[in-house]
T-cell receptor, first 114, second 109 residues
Framework: EAQVTQNPRYLITVTGKKLTVTCSQN?????MSWYRQDPGLGLRQIYY???????DKGDVPEGYKVSRKEKRNFPLILESPSPNQTSLYFC?????????????FGSGTRLTVV | RKEVEQDPGPFNVPEGATVAFNCTYS??????FFWYRQDCRKEPKLLMS???SGNEDGRFTAQLNRASQYISLLIRDSKLSDSATYLC??????????FGDGTTLTVKP
């Protein structure tokens, strides 16, 4: 089944404790992206990757890191999480972003930082 | 001013009604446009792409107006199952994507 898999689905952590949210897709998509969604706001892009070893900042990259060492994986790293990073996170992938292909989203990761 | 502006609603309509959502964008370099549907904070799911020539899929019609920089979604004969949040998305071909904040639709019996 074609899908984007995020783990974990739910995570409660403490301020300052490094964490990684994994994202993997099995569709051989070139493009992957991370978003956060907060109440009353739409999805805001954190980082995106056009292909392996190519990553770029989105609108809200502060406090996050990403890497794209392989096409299928695009982990999101929070080196020192803070309470304002409590949010619902989505990973998405696509063939290419600017053409007529929509994104396939993962099921989301609900992160709480206390 | 936000790059993508979307009427947040909520829209409360009776079954069978026709409802239209609009979304305006400010980046003239935008290349592709989509409407997504999101249920109860689950992952967004692609509803349809949006083209200048218009795009119709059953009861749903999407339209792009590049000159005025807005996209629209029309839902005819609304069903209870159409109740959801509808998100417009505007992408550049450089990878940047910007979502609207979403419009909430509730269809009532």
């Amino acid at each position: 089944e074609a899908q984007v898999t995020q783990n974990p689905r739910y995570l409660i952590t403490v301020t300052g404790k490094k964490l990684t949210v994994t994202c993997s897709q099995n569709m051989n998509h070139e493009y992957m992206s991370w978003y956060r969604q907060d109440p009353g706001l739409g999805l805001r892009q954190i980082y995106y990757s056009m292909n392996v070893e190519v990553t770029d900042k989105g609108d809200v990259p502060e406090g996050y890191k990403v890497s794209r060492k392989e096409k299928r994986n695009f982990p999101l790293i929070l080196e020192s999480p803070s309470p304002n990073q409590t949010s619902l996170y989505f990973c998405a992938s696509s063939w290419t972003p600017g053409l007529d292909y929509g994104y396939t989203f993962g099921s989301g990761t609900r992160l709480t930082v206390v | 001013r936000k790059e993508v502006e979307q009427d947040p609603g909520p829209f409360n309509v009776p079954e069978g009604a026709t409802v239209a959502f609009n979304c305006t964008y400010s980046n003239s370099a935008s290349q592709s446009f989509f409407w997504y549907r999101q249920d109860c904070r689950k992952e967004p799911k692609l509803l349809m792409s949006v083209y200048s020539s218009g795009n119709e899929d059953g009861r749903f019609t999407a339209q792009l107006n590049r000159a005025s920089q807005y996209i629209s979604l029309l839902i005819r004969d609304s069903k209870l199952s159409d109740s959801a949040t509808y998100l417009c998305v505007v992408n550049t071909n450089a990878g940047k994507s910007t979502f609207g904040d979403g419009t909430t639709l509730t269809v009532k019996p």
